[in-house]
């Protein structure tokens, strides 16, 4: 995949509670050209530009200290026009459960970390080609 295969004016959301962790992911996202990066640790900031619709994509860990990756993804999905916004947990988290629950509530893809570049540009060129989850290397808790 090449760098101009993602579109520069993507509006992304990096959330995290590790401070390293947003900072990797939005200079991974800058090494595509795409600038526009909101990161934080707080899902409720986040929340309200994705119901402005300044949010094209979101990167989020499942456990954050005010609002948990899962409420965000129940919230952003109570909306019938955010019901396709691609959400994308970035976790340690690899219980069953965990993952199920997050499908049940209609996550667009399940990544257990670390992260690396080529993780994020398998899943990006992914959504991006088909508005799906790309399947390489999918977590086989999620077939």
């Known amino acids: 995949m090449t760098q101009t295969s993602i579109p520069s004016n993507l509006r992304v959301a990096v959330i995290d509670e590790d401070l390293m962790v947003r900072v990797m992911i939005k200079r991974m996202f800058n090494k595509f050209g795409v600038t526009s990066v909101t990161e934080t640790n707080d899902a409720n900031r986040v929340l309200k530009k994705i119901e402005n619709g300044l949010i094209d994509i979101v990167f989020t860990e499942m456990h954050l200290p005010k609002m948990s990756g899962l409420d965000l993804l129940r919230s952003v999905r109570s909306y ?24 049940k509530l209609g996550v667009t893809d399940y990544i257990i970390k670390p992260l690396t ?9 992914g959504w991006l080609a088909s508005g799906k989850p790309a399947e390489k290397e999918q977590d086989p808790l999620l077939r």
Do not use: F, G
């Open 80 to 103: 019938e026009n955010l019901r396709k916004l691609p959400i994308i947990i970035c976790t340690k988290e690899t219980r069953e459960d965990s993952v199920r629950d997050a499908m």
């Open 117 to 125: 570049q080529r993780t994020i540009e398998d899943k990006l060129s």
